[in-house]
């Protein structure tokens, strides 16, 4: 039996927990697997598809430009996204991206070549990975919220981490995807091959969609409806009353950063002519280092629930910035076993700090009326840098054995910043539901009440 809940909150089923965890398992692994998809095309195929007439790096640049775009569209999504879930409802609004990322990621596949449509591909290459932006910036904040509203009190971190848990798997399984097309010969990968991981994320969307239709909505999400204290205009009112935790959520996400760099500007520097590694083995190291992460950050999450969210999301920001430099050094000396270690201390140890805690710390940084409008606009924010960052590191990336140094500092700026961000915002490991989201500033201290209340 679950322990009671504590006064004025809402109690909860381990069953229903656990369920919601697997939901948000699913469909975080589903857009994530489409956007990392996405990414790895960017890094190693689209700048001979849709960029021929762009030759060497100016290709690359293009093609990772594309990959950024993508982040151009999250805010919006964020906003949009975000006020319908604090107003119908968390799991209309999943699955509606569900199916959004999925469309557009089995389109992405079906697109024509520069050479048979000309500059209309890249154009339409543009609009569908726009449209799988949008989905993303509603994806993860819904799932959270979610989550978080189901979880039991002192457990919060850990089934909420579950979402960005199926982040790494969703990345592993792009991997695989590409690790298998990429032993086809080039002629064949660069016509039809790379087509095939687009198209595979219609079985996932298919198992995604099934175990979502069976979500319930939160009991704390359903009584604050059921009392009328929704808000009219969620976006408004969070604005408005927590603007200092919307933006400290944006620094915060600044960490993602490191993500989209040892995702996507990493495979493109190891496998360019500088470096000069294979894409077989780039492929394994980044599955290696998710793997081990699969693990690694539900412990984490474990031990946030014990000691506190800040401590274990600040010590891996500062993590992340120190091994950022072993990592990028490894790959410049193309030597393997180096590379696995740095793989494994940056993603598997450091950045799962992160993954493990802030699905939990945003969310409890904000009250259930705006709890998805809040996390939504304040991550996707922060993100939109985070999309550029390759096409940054790539321009900024120098010459010779230590050109590489300007990426890490890039890098290690980025994991400063969420770090000090962090260490402004209050911790909550303690904090009941009833209680979290009341502002630090005594003048806000009534959350839904701004104008945009009913």
Same mark, same amino acid.
């Given at each position: 039996?679950?322990?009671?809940? #504590?006064?004025?909150?809402?109690? =909860?089923?381990?069953?229903?927990?656990?369920?919601?965890?697997?939901?948000?398992?699913?469909?975080?692994?589903?857009?994530?697997?489409?956007?990392?998809?996405?990414?790895?095309?960017?890094? +190693?195929?689209?700048?001979?598809?849709?960029?021929?007439?762009?030759?060497?790096?100016?290709?690359?640049?293009?093609?990772?430009?594309?990959?950024?775009?993508?982040?151009?569209?999250?805010?919006?999504?964020?906003?949009?996204?975000?006020?319908?879930?604090?107003?119908?409802?968390?799991?209309?609004?999943?699955?509606?991206?569900?199916? @959004?990322?999925?469309?557009?990621?089995?389109?992405?596949?079906?697109?024509?070549?520069?050479?048979?449509?000309?500059?209309?591909?890249?154009?339409?290459?543009?609009?569908?990975?726009?449209?799988?932006?949008?989905?993303?910036?509603?994806?993860?904040?819904?799932?959270?919220?979610?989550?978080?509203?189901?979880?039991?009190?002192?457990?919060?971190?850990?089934?909420?981490?579950?979402?960005?848990?199926?982040?790494?798997?969703?990345?592993?399984?792009?991997?695989?995807?590409?690790?298998?097309?990429?032993?086809?010969?080039?002629?064949?990968?660069?016509? /039809?091959? =790379?087509?095939? #991981?687009?198209?595979?994320?219609?079985?996932?969307?298919?198992?995604?969609? /099934?175990?979502?239709?069976? !979500?319930?909505?939160?009991?704390?999400?359903?009584?604050?409806?059921?009392?009328?204290?929704?808000?009219?205009? #969620?976006?408004?009112?969070?604005?408005?009353?927590?603007?200092?935790?919307?933006?400290?959520?944006?620094?915060?996400?600044?960490?993602?950063?490191?993500?989209?760099?040892?995702?996507?500007?990493?495979?493109?520097?190891?496998?360019?002519?500088?470096?000069?590694?294979?894409?077989?083995?780039? &492929?394994?190291?980044?599955?290696?280092?998710?793997?081990?992460? &699969?693990?690694?950050?539900?412990?984490?999450?474990?031990?946030?629930?014990?000691?506190?969210?800040? $401590?274990?999301?600040?010590?891996?920001?500062?993590?992340?910035?120190?091994?950022?430099? @072993?990592?990028?050094?490894? +790959?410049?000396?193309?030597?393997?076993?180096?590379?696995?270690?740095?793989?494994?201390?940056?993603?598997?140890?450091?950045?799962?700090?992160?993954?493990?805690?802030?699905?939990?710390?945003?969310?409890? =940084?904000?009250?259930?009326?705006?709890?998805?409008?809040?996390?939504?606009?304040?991550?996707?924010?922060?993100?939109?840098?985070?999309?550029?960052?390759?096409?940054?590191?790539?321009?900024? &990336?120098?010459?010779?054995?230590?050109?590489?140094?300007?990426?890490?500092? !890039?890098?290690?700026?980025?994991?400063?910043?969420?770090?000090?961000?962090?260490?402004?915002?209050?911790?909550?490991?303690?904090?009941?539901?009833?209680?979290?989201?009341?502002?630090?500033?005594?003048?806000?201290?009534?959350?839904?009440? $701004?104008?945009?209340?009913?």
């Amino acid at each position: 039996m679950p322990p009671p809940a #504590p006064a004025g909150e809402a109690t =909860w089923n381990e069953a229903k927990a656990r369920h919601a965890a697997r939901a948000s398992f699913l469909g975080s692994m589903l857009e994530y697997y489409d956007f990392y998809v996405y990414g790895s095309a960017a890094a +190693l195929i689209f700048n001979d598809v849709f960029f021929t007439r762009a030759h060497g790096a100016i290709g690359t640049l293009a093609s990772l430009a594309t990959f950024g775009v993508g982040y151009v569209a999250r805010p919006v999504g964020g906003m949009v996204l975000g006020h319908f879930g604090d107003r119908v409802g968390r799991k209309k609004v999943m699955l509606f991206t569900l199916v @959004l990322m999925g469309a557009s990621t089995f389109l992405i596949g079906c697109l024509p070549s520069y050479r048979s449509m000309g500059i209309l591909a890249p154009v339409l290459l543009v609009l569908l990975r726009l449209a799988q932006g949008f989905s993303a910036g509603g994806e993860q904040a819904g799932a959270n919220s979610l989550t978080l509203e189901h979880a039991p009190p002192h457990r919060r971190a850990f089934y909420t981490s579950w979402t960005l848990t199926g982040t790494q798997a969703g990345f592993i399984l792009a991997s695989l995807m590409f690790l298998a097309v990429s032993t086809l010969p080039d002629r064949q990968l660069f016509a /039809w091959g =790379w087509r095939i #991981p687009f198209w595979a994320s219609a079985v996932v969307v298919v198992v995604a969609y /099934w175990v979502r239709r069976r !979500l319930e909505e939160p009991q704390e999400f359903r009584q604050k409806m059921e009392h009328d204290r929704t808000a009219r205009l #969620p976006g408004v009112a969070v604005l408005r009353s927590q603007p200092r935790d919307v933006l400290r959520v944006a620094l915060c996400q600044f960490n993602s950063v490191g993500g989209s760099i040892f995702s996507v500007f990493a495979l493109a520097y190891a496998t360019g002519d500088t470096v000069g590694l294979s894409r077989t083995t780039m &492929l394994w190291v980044a599955i290696f280092a998710n793997a081990f992460a &699969l693990v690694s950050q539900p412990l984490l999450a474990l031990l946030a629930d014990r000691i506190g969210r800040k $401590p274990v999301f600040i010590g891996g920001a500062l993590g992340f910035a120190v091994t950022m430099f @072993l990592y990028l050094h490894a +790959l410049s000396t193309a030597n393997i076993p180096y590379i696995y270690i740095a793989a494994f201390l940056v993603t598997s140890c450091f950045f799962s700090c992160l993954n493990a805690t802030w699905p939990s710390m945003y969310g409890e =940084w904000f009250s259930t009326p705006v709890r998805y409008s809040g996390t939504a606009i304040g991550t996707q924010v922060g993100v939109g840098f985070a999309g550029f960052a390759p096409t940054i590191a790539y321009a900024i &990336l120098g010459d010779g054995p230590g050109g590489w140094i300007p990426v890490a500092v !890039l890098v290690a700026v980025a994991m400063g910043i969420a770090a000090v961000s962090c260490a402004t915002g209050r911790e909550t490991y303690r904090t009941p539901m009833s209680e979290l989201g009341k502002p630090m500033e005594p003048a806000a201290a009534h959350v839904p009440q $701004p104008s945009g209340t009913r």
